[in-house]
């Protein structure tokens, strides 16, 4: 009879390693009582890499998955394959994914045809519209249909699970591990690398932080936005725009046309955890296509717009902390206009409380898998 627990835990994109690393941190203080091992897919490599190494994670497997130009079809059959392979060999007690990418997805699904349990860290998030966002709000579903325990952030979440019949006694409301992960990254001690980064943290006047590179919002949405940019530098001579551009090509071919060269808006490369979230303490608000920054903003109380049709995480805008704007250029100007001229509007978004939890889920998440499962 096995005396520890083993616990393997995939991760296989920044968010994931985001939210994940609390919850492997935590797995490491119980030595005694449990064998953890973490697992990447490297879905996304050089963004992955950077956020392991802020968090002090090694894994223990690396599946280097990522090819240029691959097809959602062949990043999640490749990731089927290899991770039922890491399973069979290693015969975890549990699997613990994290959120809505096809990492989360193929590894589920491997996990099940293995039958090995599966633990859903942020289970229950719905937009309830299956194109957006796309392919994570059936991602996240498909997930759903095949975990076994459902770590849900809010209580929002866990009424999603029940509705679609998960029982009551599977499902445990933990908060978001993002603010467990936002308070870790808080004391880490860090220094602007390179003048640029300096220089933007440190310009005067009020700093807008963007992010935008969701799959459904690529050419003509995307190219609205960026002209809303455009404008409100025009509008606003205090502003300055700083914007990490992802990496894939269809979302830098369409934000370089528009956006190169224009004053004021600073068009960087990916930047690693630790900058980002230093970029968001400075910012005055933030607009982004982003799930996590949704959760993660709010911590800092920074208005968050968010440009995408629906979202999967209403309680920001049901606290007040969040806008959804859409894509629309004349909406996104006027919504930022109005939290750049009127400060009680402003004070309202910045100051409400934030839902997303105290910063103690990760070891929620972990008092259940000792309570609930057995080696």
């Known amino acids: 009879m096995k005396s520890k627990l083993k616990i393997l835990s995939i991760v296989g994109t920044r968010p994931e390693v985001i939210k994940m690393a609390p919850v492997i941190r935590e797995l490491s203080k119980h030595p005694g009582r449990i064998e953890s091992v973490v697992v990447s897919t490297a879905q ?26 691959q097809t959602l079809a062949q990043i999640t059959t490749a990731a089927i394959e290899a991770v039922e392979r890491v399973l069979r060999e290693m015969k975890p007690d549990v699997v613990l994914v994290q959120g809505d990418t096809t990492t989360v997805f193929a590894a589920s699904l491997a996990a099940f045809y293995c039958r090995i349990a599966v633990g859903h860290v942020e289970a229950g998030l719905r937009s309830f519209d299956r194109w957006n966002p796309y392919p994570e709000e059936i991602n996240r579903r498909l997930a759903d249909v095949l975990a076994d325990y459902y770590f849900a952030p809010t209580a929002r979440a866990r009424e999603n699970l029940l509705r679609e019949g998960v029982p009551t006694e599977k499902v445990f409301v933990t908060g978001n591990t993002v603010v467990d992960a936002l308070r870790y990254a808080a004391g880490v001690p860090y220094e602007p ?12 006047g009020r700093l807008i932080l963007v992010t935008a590179h969701r799959r459904e919002n690529w050419d003509e949405p995307l190219a609205n936005i960026c002209d809303a940019f455009c404008e409100l530098v025009r509008e606003f001579p205090d502003l300055n725009i700083v914007y990490p551009v992802h990496l894939n090509p269809k979302v830098r071919h369409t934000v370089q046309a528009k956006l190169n060269g224009v004053d004021r808006i600073h068009l960087i490369e990916p930047v690693d955890y630790l900058t980002l979230v230093h970029l968001m303490k400075r910012s005055h608000l933030v607009l982004t296509d982003s799930g996590g920054i949704q959760e993660e903003a709010p911590t800092f109380g920074k208005p968050v717009l968010v440009m995408r049709k629906v979202t999967e995480r209403p309680e920001a805008a049901e606290a007040g902390l969040a806008l959804i704007v859409g894509t629309d250029r004349e909406r996104i100007v006027a919504e930022t206009r109005r939290l750049l001229t009127d400060e009680t509007a402003y004070r309202r978004m910045s100051t409400a409380s934030n839902p997303y939890g105290d910063g103690e889920a990760a070891r929620r998440i972990v008092e259940v898998l000792l309570d609930r499962v057995s080696p």
């Open 193 to 204: 690398r390179g003048p640029e980064i300096k220089n933007i943290l440190g310009a005067a």
């Open 44 to 69: 996304h490599r050089e963004m992955l890499d950077q956020t392991l190494k802020v968090f002090g994670i090694k894994p223990d497997v690396d599946l280097n998955l990522m090819r240029p130009n």
